[in-house]
């Protein structure tokens, strides 16, 4: 590989999970600098540190002030970029740690899951002209007012996505505790098989659907941007996958992929009228209050002029939406509001499906032959998603793999 390439390196919070970890990845990004390579670092907080501070967070207020929940939910970045930059120092290179702010990344002010507006290089640049590896905080952000903001569960692929992007980087490596991008989430089914590319297309799609290898808007800003992206283990060497455009890919398969999601709940609302202004009347305040809504069905009204509504929102979400909801009962006209939270969202992927019409029953029957019930149904160009009982998570998982036959030999 050609020397003097610009790397961005991402260290997910496995990977940055104790101070052994973090010298050995920082040993990573030494070894990509002894090569010749300029390279700029992004990190998470240590595995289960950002769970640790959003717990803290709900034990005071469930329907907490967003502001301040990025004030404490960002700051397990701010400890790995410190010890990152430290471990560089000891063995022997130059590095400098900096905060979302320090950058500056600029971001909107929707807390929790701002979006990114703007990345200053100039810092960054100086840094790298100058041989410092700057080790940057993944997740955060500052608003033109100067608070801290998050950009959402998973959000230093975003991050360094967005660096790369704005240094105009050779490549991003997203380093993490899997050798790249399964048929579906390794752990779960040992038969998975590692992708050696995958197209943008269907990553955005698996990665929407839960796949948490890469947070979903790294995957659209990647796209848009024409970032080099490859997933990679910071513990084992050789593999990886690359995401690269659809033309890339020599032989489209049927279904590529498969991903689940235990992060949604279903909510009903029975007895609604059936009349034109209710669904707005129900998704208006939702959508108001930035709540996703993704699957949706509404039952056919019978003779009664009434019929019941089923969405889905993240899980996350519930206590806000319940809130909502109940706030506005009277101007929906309801009767009763139903929540199931043991739900998954299993979906099957890929972009052969377009022409390929039987690709749905396959997964019904496959679901039906186990005696798992369907609880909502969507489908898309190149995906269909199925709601089920969360119970059956994995038992739908392994038995959609075999049937769409992903297995490895
Ligand atoms: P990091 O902390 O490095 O960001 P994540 O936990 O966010 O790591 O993402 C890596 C995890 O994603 C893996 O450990 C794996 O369990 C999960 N995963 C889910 N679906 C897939 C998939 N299709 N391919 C690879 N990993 C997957
Ligand atoms: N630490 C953050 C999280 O746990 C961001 C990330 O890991 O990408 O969501
Ligand atoms: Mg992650």
């Known amino acids: ?87 560089l120092q000891k063995q022997g290179y130059k590095s400098r740690s900096y905060c979302g702010w320090q950058v500056p990344i600029h971001t909107d002010a929707t807390h929790g899951k701002a979006r990114i507006t703007g990345i200053d290089t100039t810092i960054l640049t100086q840094s790298l002209s100058e041989g410092v590896i700057p080790v940057i905080a993944g997740f955060q952000g500052v608003t033109d007012a100067g608070r801290i903001t998050t950009i959402g569960r998973g959000g230093s692929d975003t991050a360094a996505v967005a660096i790369a992007a704005a240094l105009n980087a050779d490549r991003c490596d997203i380093y993490t505790d899997v050798d790249g991008v399964y048929t579906t989430d390794p752990r779960i089914v040992p038969k998975a098989k590692r992708m050696d590319k995958i197209s943008f297309e269907e990553m955005l799609e698996l990665a929407s659907l839960g796949a948490k290898v890469l947070q979903t808007r790294s995957v659209e800003l990647a796209m848009k941007e024409r970032v080099r992206v490859r997933v990679v283990s910071t513990f084992k060497d050789g593999g990886g996958t690359t995401v690269v455009p659809e033309e890339e890919i020599v032989e489209q398969q049927v279904v590529s992929g498969i991903a689940y999601s235990r992060d949604e ?119 269909i998603s199925v709601l089920i009982d969360e119970a059956y998570t994995e038992l739908a998982l392994r038995a959609l793999h075999t049937a769409y036959d992903l297995d490895a030999a």
């Open 1 to 87: 590989m050609s020397k003097n390439q610009l790397l961005v390196l991402k260290f997910g919070g496995t990977s940055v999970g104790d101070v052994a970890r973090i010298q050995h990845a920082a040993s990573i990004a030494a070894r990509e600098a002894a090569a010749g390579h300029r390279v700029a670092v992004v990190v998470s907080a240590m595995s289960g540190q950002t769970n640790q501070l959003l717990s803290w967070v709900k034990e005071i207020d469930p329907l907490y002030d967003a502001a301040e929940h990025d004030t404490v939910v960002s700051t397990g970045e701010q400890v790995t970029i410190g010890l990152f930059a430290l471990a």
């Open 265 to 383: 709940a279903k909510i009903t609302l029975f007895s609604i009228d059936d009349k034109p202004g209710v669904s707005a009347s129900i998704f208006g305040p939702l959508a108001k209050a930035a709540i996703n809504v993704d699957m949706i069905v509404q039952s056919i009204a019978g003779d009664s002029n009434k019929t019941d509504m089923t969405f889905t929102i993240p899980r996350s979400e519930l206590p806000l939406a319940r809130k909502i909801l109940e706030e506005q009962s009277a101007a929906i006209g309801y009767k009763n509001l139903h929540i199931d939270e043991v739900v998954a969202k299993i979906s099957v992927v890929g972009l052969g499906m377009r022409s390929h019409p039987g690709t749905a029953q396959i997964m019904f029957q496959t679901l039906a032959d186990k005696g798992i019930n369907i609880k909502v149904i969507s489908t898309s160009e190149i995906k």
